[in-house]
């Protein structure tokens, strides 16, 4: 909010104080109210989610199979005993996959209490599209209202609302992820931008962006390392403006502590990646082809052209994104053109830089200019997609409208002649209509999944993720062993003879008995990834691997014997849960704390239903 802003609404609260209620007239002003403004952007976020609210179930594309055989496993999994799901046994016709030990686990969670609730899967999956984007518009409008006036952030929330990164991921990705982990970001951003700078320590501020970064990486860990990422440079910025110690150790202290309460999934999903084949699949995509965006594949591809297209309709997503950056492109001119009127208006006039240096750096890395640092740094490369950027490039755009809306707001106070401006805010209203008619358009283009296929595809499935396949056997030729064509026995004894009894076979347990007269070797149909612990009669035993597949094999005398064969966590997965309940009871300490310092007030209802009018010193002294 701008000085002079903040200083006219004091003085006309005041003024109307020191009046008798009935000389106070109110002139009506567009979302002037609280409630106005809630109701509004609620009703935004209905008609963006309304189609799979209101009518059907969840749009069809090319991955939203895969997704609810992904839920669909992590609740039976979670209720087999696997309190966090790591490995899914029915994957890669039944030799499984160690899928949730790399893939962000919160939205499974988030569909698994909603089914708890309603008792309904298509209903749980449905909520779990919706829920993300609501907290994006929560927290969307919380980040921006903390820079900008009531009337600004509410306008900049509707772009947030029909913006790319949240409409286009939900109905063209399949999957909530993104959404959810760009909600958690404006929750980071909001933490960090509100710190004071005036008090010794900051605690509510570490509190809630040590939130924000934990549930960000365990929503989705592609926007929480392009996070680190552009925090480097954005601690940079925000130090100009803080200039003190204290803000370097909360920063990192509060990233350390977000990053440690996540720690049971991240670390171990970012350190035993060298057990799949993650980084050679998904470094194998036409980096280039994806980075073409803003209309690039809009004109130059046909609709079924391309390895491009398999991702998702370019279309909409390139159309919606070029709107929306043409839209904050408007709103960089005036800002650009009156940086002396910035100085005297805005508190924190640096933050303006900010703001249009972090969206012009998130701008270029999604285009062909940043190629070469996609390139050279070989771990971008791994999250995929230049487009992912997206979710950086929006809490930056829209402040940038927020700025831009309270600097045109300032310069009305002052009568100053606004013709020019006003033609950038009737384009800014022609670009967002065009906009919600792209974002709408592109929501009843879809065919929708009937529900009876989302329970076929979270029932039978038998295939897995190639990038997620075990990297066991150091086979160059690893993709020719077609699984889907392999079907050997579960449990197979190298004594033809040899009696096997199953008695438990969960996806992280296997309990049979078997007996042969003779030595002999028992086969299991399942990859030997690092956690599987074999015990005989109770007694720990050796695992070896057949070179070819990977599968575990285990080495018997003769008799009758009992065998176990159970998912453990690594040296690495426990202490990295332990890491995280050490940082847990850390940041509940803090939270304790904070809520005994917090001082807690009752108005005085007695004196309200008097209709008392309170002094106008007493308003000068709140």
Avoid at 5 to 22: G, R, Y
Avoid at 96 to 119: C, H, K, S, T
Avoid at 235 to 261: D, P, T
Avoid at 363 to 376: A, D, G, Q, R
Wanted: net charge positive; hydrophobic share 45%.
């Amino acid at each position: 909010m701008t000085e002079i802003a903040e200083k006219n609404d004091q003085e006309n609260e005041v003024s109307n104080a020191s009046l008798p209620e009935v000389l106070v007239t109110k002139q009506y002003h567009f979302l002037g109210s609280r409630i106005e403004r809630i109701v509004f952007l609620v009703l935004l976020t209905l008609l963006s989610a309304g189609p799979i609210i209101f009518d059907k179930s969840i749009p069809s594309h090319a991955d939203w199979h895969i997704h609810i055989e992904h839920a669909f496993n992590f609740k039976r999994c979670f209720w087999q005993g696997q309190l966090l799901p790591r490995w899914i046994d029915s994957q890669a016709n039944g030799y499984g996959e160690p899928i949730f030990n790399y893939y962000a686990p919160l939205v499974y969670y988030l569909f698994l209490a909603l089914e708890i609730i309603f008792r309904d899967p298509i209903l749980s999956i449905k909520w779990a599209f919706v829920i993300p984007m609501f907290l994006c518009t929560i927290f969307g409008y919380l980040y921006l209202r903390k820079h900008g006036t009531a009337l600004s952030s509410t306008i900049a929330m509707a772009f947030i609302v029909f913006s790319p990164a949240i409409h286009i991921y939900i109905y063209n990705t399949n999957w909530p992820t993104s959404t959810l982990g760009l909600a958690f970001l404006f929750l980071t951003l909001y933490g960090i931008d509100r710190f004071n700078n005036n008090l010794n320590f900051d605690l509510k501020s570490l509190l809630i962006t040590s939130t924000g970064f934990a549930c960000m990486a365990l929503a989705h860990l592609a926007t929480a390392f392009l996070f680190v990422l552009i925090s480097v440079p954005y601690f940079f910025l925000n130090l100009y403006i803080h200039r003190s110690k204290k803000f370097l150790q909360f920063y990192v202290c509060s990233l350390l502590l977000g990053a440690s309460m996540a720690g049971f999934y991240l670390f171990p999903a970012c350190l035993e990646k060298k057990f799949v084949h993650t980084d050679e699949v998904l470094t194998q995509g036409p980096l280039w082809d994806f980075s073409k965006n803003f209309l690039f594949t809009y004109l130059d591809r046909h609709r079924d052209d391309g390895y491009a297209w398999a991702i998702f309709d370019h279309r909409y997503y390139e159309v919606s994104h070029a709107l929306f950056s043409l839209a904050v492109l408007f709103c960089i001119f005036p800002l650009i053109l009156n940086l002396d009127k910035i100085k005297l208006y805005f508190k924190e006039p640096f933050r303006v830089n900010i703001a249009i240096t972090m969206f012009t750096v998130s701008f270029l890395m999604m285009t062909p200019v940043s190629l070469f640092v996609w390139l050279m740094i070989k771990p971008m490369q791994t999250v995929q997609f230049p487009w992912r950027f997206t979710a950086i490039a929006l809490p930056f755009g829209c402040l940038i409208i927020v700025y831009a809306f309270d600097l045109v707001g300032s310069l009305v106070k002052e009568k100053i002649n606004l013709t020019g401006y006003k033609i950038i805010f009737y384009c800014l209203a022609i670009i967002f209509s065009i906009l919600v008619f792209v974002d709408v358009i592109n929501m009843y283009k879809w065919k929708w999944v009937p529900e009876q296929n989302l329970l076929k595809a979270g029932i039978n499935t038998l295939w897995g993720n190639e990038e997620y396949r075990p990297k066991l056997t150091n086979d160059p030729n690893w993709k020719q062993n077609n699984f889907r064509q392999d079907f050997t026995p579960t449990v197979l004894s190298s004594f033809f003879s040899a009696d096997i009894f199953i008695k438990k076979w969960s996806s992280h347990e296997r309990i049979f008995e078997v007996f042969s007269p003779e030595q002999h070797q028992v086969r299991l149909r399942t990859f030997y990834f690092p956690g599987w612990t074999a015990y005989v009669d109770g007694v720990k035993t050796a695992i070896e691997m057949d070179p070819k597949t990977g599968a575990m094999q285990l080495s018997l005398q003769p008799g009758k014997h009992l065998v176990r064969v159970v998912f453990e966590n690594t040296s690495l997965r426990k202490a990295s849960t332990y890491i995280s309940l050490a940082a847990l009871a850390i940041y509940l300490y803090l939270l304790i704390n904070f809520l005994k310092g917090k001082k807690f007030s009752i108005p005085n209802f007695a004196k309200m239903r008097e209709g008392s009018i309170p002094n106008p010193e007493e308003v000068k002294s709140t």
